[in-house]
């Protein structure tokens, strides 16, 4: 009888441990989901965004500070090292582009990659990121997406890019009725990969102080 009530028992507790970490299946619903998040989320072009990138290249880290705020075609994007190790600001303006370091060393050109490859020899594509950040594909080339029950997207391989939302969260943005967008998102080309924490979405407002890093200030 005791062997019983044992078995018994195993088998219970095996039958809730399958039910708690179950699924939800993905259904015709759920892509539909993702295609309604896709035509929402195209519109959002205004926001400010606070994070934390942490950059792989080769077998060099670097850790930064980003700062990002956009309205429509104008985007400035900052990146800061702790202890004030420096500072890069893209201003891009549809095809004009402007990055200054905090030496004073100024370039300028059409396409935001290029212009970042040149002064940091990071190859980090913002015009895909301009998309990928909101957890969508930008329009422009083919994708492979993998999505959730609830149509979020769980990874999109683009450009050659393999991008991984590992985390969502309602963003404060009335105007847009608080979709769920990325807060924790990896992305991986060849020997550059970058993790992105998000910690703050709200509409768009200039990003001052520059210092991204409160806590490193004097």
């Not at 699924?23 to 989901?33: A, K, R, Y």
């Not at 201003?91 to 059409?110: A, C, F, P, Q, R």
């Not at 990071?122 to 492979?144: M, R, T």
Request: charged residues 25%; negative net charge.
């Amino acid at each position: 009888m005791r062997l019983f009530f044992l078995s018994l028992l195993v088998v219970l507790l095996g039958a809730c441990s399958t039910t708690r970490f179950e699924t939800p299946p993905i259904t015709d619903e759920s892509h539909e989901q993702w295609q309604q998040r896709q035509q929402q989320l195209a519109g959002l072009d205004a926001w400010s965004i606070r994070g934390r990138v942490a950059l792989y290249l080769d077998d060099d880290v670097y850790n930064l500070g980003l700062g990002w705020t956009r309205e429509q075609e104008d985007n400035r994007i900052k990146l800061e090292a702790s202890l004030g190790q420096g500072l890069v600001l893209l201003e891009k303006n549809d095809s004009k582009v402007k990055l200054t370091t905090s030496d004073g060393d100024i370039y300028y050109g059409s396409n935001a990659q290029q212009v970042l490859w040149q002064s940091t020899g990071w190859a980090i594509p913002i015009e895909g990121l301009e998309y990928w950040i909101k957890g969508i594909n930008h329009p422009d080339s083919s994708y492979l997406p993998l999505i959730d029950y609830q149509g979020l997207a769980t990874s999109l391989q683009q450009d050659d890019w393999q991008i991984n939302f590992l985390e969502y969260k309602n963003a404060g943005l009335d105007q847009y009725n608080n979709p769920a967008l990325p807060r924790k998102m990896y992305m991986k080309r060849d020997k550059l990969a970058l993790k992105i924490l998000i910690d703050q979405w709200q509409a768009e407002q200039d990003l001052n102080p520059s210092r991204l890093f409160p806590d490193f200030t004097d």
